[in-house]
């Protein structure tokens, strides 16, 4: 069973936070936090550390009782949307004025365990094979 986390009007640049999404695309819970965690270069790092956690909460808070350990857990889906954008006006020379976009954006982050899959593909060819061996 899949949990989704999402952060809104994060004051960075879509362009940035993709390059960190990018990274952990597919990747366990665990190495996507790694990863995250000692990549300190990027402001975007802890934000989408934070979110992943809670993602991984919110996949615990729908699986009572299950371990995140054991369920082989992974970010299944994360994607950055643009969000609103704030102009402002910076003065220029000679009386003009350059427009400044200060962008946010959106992030939606979707982890799933490797464990559910398998089980339902196990039933999925048990229930196949009955209905083979029933014609």
Do not use: Y
């Amino acid at each position: 069973m899949e949990a989704t986390a999402r952060l809104n009007n994060c004051p960075t640049s879509p362009r940035k936070m993709r390059l960190v999404a990018d990274l952990i695309r597919g990747k366990k819970v665990e190495d996507a936090l790694n990863i995250l965690r000692f990549n300190r270069q990027k402001e975007s790092s802890p934000r989408l550390e934070k979110l992943l956690l809670s993602a991984i909460a919110n996949w615990g808070q729908k699986n009572e009782g299950a371990r995140v350990e054991e369920n082989n857990l992974f970010v299944k889906t994360i994607f950055v949307d643009s969000g609103a954008m704030l102009k402002r006006v910076l003065p220029a020379p000679q009386g003009r004025a350059h427009r400044i976009r200060k962008r946010s954006n959106h992030v939606t982050l979707i982890v799933d365990s490797k464990v559910a899959k398998e089980n339902k593909s196990e039933i999925t060819n048990t229930v196949e094979a009955e209905n083979s061996n029933n014609e």
